[in-house]
């Protein structure tokens, strides 16, 4: 899915890499060592997924009356703050409202597992938690909240999958585009391994995008924040025969007019389902007609007519 020149550029970053580990290996190797457990830990925390430390339900005021409920996670990716004096980096997730008439509101807000460690030996900092993150929500959402809340054991349509959905999660693919994933995570790790081989220290992880520079009265920094709303893509599928006239593929064509590059693009498959993302522009979730043999799908995207066309094998 990606372009000549997108591998170029990549393979290019890759050799760069691994001449700087080379040469640090030979100047250092015990900063070597540490430099590669380091990424090791770094790569198990950065794929650790977000867990329910609690769950918050209150209820909007302004422009309706309406039950809210709020997800309060721990999550390794989202950064601890280094200064006391700084606003706390939160990660928000989309917000989402129940389809029925009376349907609440739903959110998952998620900060650094130090962050609710801290508030759990000492209850007047939880308290202080619940209303800095109910004040959030007035601020990122325009909405007045009532200031009653309870802490409740669960809410609606909070499974595992839509956890994960609304905050950006991604297990591990089964299929994915490497030259992507590679392109994303080299930099800041060429970056560490240079500052390292210098004598410095490299940065803190940072979430994706990094985070926001807020204004000085804010309490909470807006680490990442996914309240736009990604649109379904026009998408169809075909089956195609072979030559005795059995189904033998399926071709998905997905239509992706606000896509330039392929590099824009996360694909996922299983056996069983299709999951396309275009961060904060599309999101497509879908079941294959048919069982599919994962290991075979090959994916092309066509710059000039916008088009992601997947062909797989069926089983």
Not at 5 to 15: A, R
Not at 125 to 153: D, I, R
Not at 181 to 208: E, V
Request: aromatic fraction near 6%; proline fraction near 6%.
């Amino acid at each position: 899915m990606s372009s000549l020149g997108d591998s170029g550029e990549v393979l290019q970053q890759v050799c760069s890499l691994w001449s700087m580990m080379d040469d640090l290996c030979q100047s250092d190797p015990e900063g070597y060592r540490t430099f590669i457990q380091q990424q090791v830990k770094a790569g198990a925390e950065h794929n650790s997924p977000p867990d329910v430390h609690c769950r918050l339900r209150t209820s909007t005021l302004e422009p309706e009356e309406t039950a809210l409920y709020i997800n309060i996670c721990s999550w390794k990716r989202v950064p601890a703050r280094q200064d006391p004096s700084m606003p706390l980096p939160v990660c928000a997730g989309k917000l989402e409202k129940e389809s029925d008439e009376d349907g609440c509101f739903i959110l998952d807000v998620a900060f650094n597992p130090c962050v609710l460690q801290e508030c759990e030996r000492d209850q007047e900092k939880m308290k202080q938690l619940f209303m800095q993150v109910m004040g959030f929500f007035q601020q990122q959402h325009g909405m007045k909240l009532s200031p009653q809340h309870t802490v409740v054991n669960s809410c609606p349509r909070s499974s595992v999958g839509d956890l994960y959905r609304r905050l950006g999660f991604q297990k591990s693919p089964k299929r994915t585009d490497l030259l992507n994933t590679a392109s994303q995570n080299l930099a800041p790790i060429m970056q560490q391994l240079s500052l390292h081989s210098q004598g410095g220290r490299g940065p803190a992880a940072q979430f994706s995008g990094g985070p926001a520079k807020p204004e000085k009265t804010d309490l909470i920094q807006v680490v990442s924040s996914t309240s736009a709303q990604p649109e379904k893509p026009s998408h169809r599928f075909e089956v195609k025969t072979d030559a005795a006239g059995a189904a033998s593929k399926l071709e998905v064509t997905v239509e992706l007019p606000k896509v330039s590059a392929a590099l824009d693009c996360r694909l996922e498959i299983s056996h069983e389902e299709l999951l396309l993302q275009v961060e904060d522009v599309y999101y497509l979730l879908m079941d294959f007609p048919r069982a599919v043999n994962d290991k075979t799908a090959a994916a092309v995207f066509d710059k000039h007519t916008r088009k992601l066309i997947l062909q797989v094998d069926l089983l």
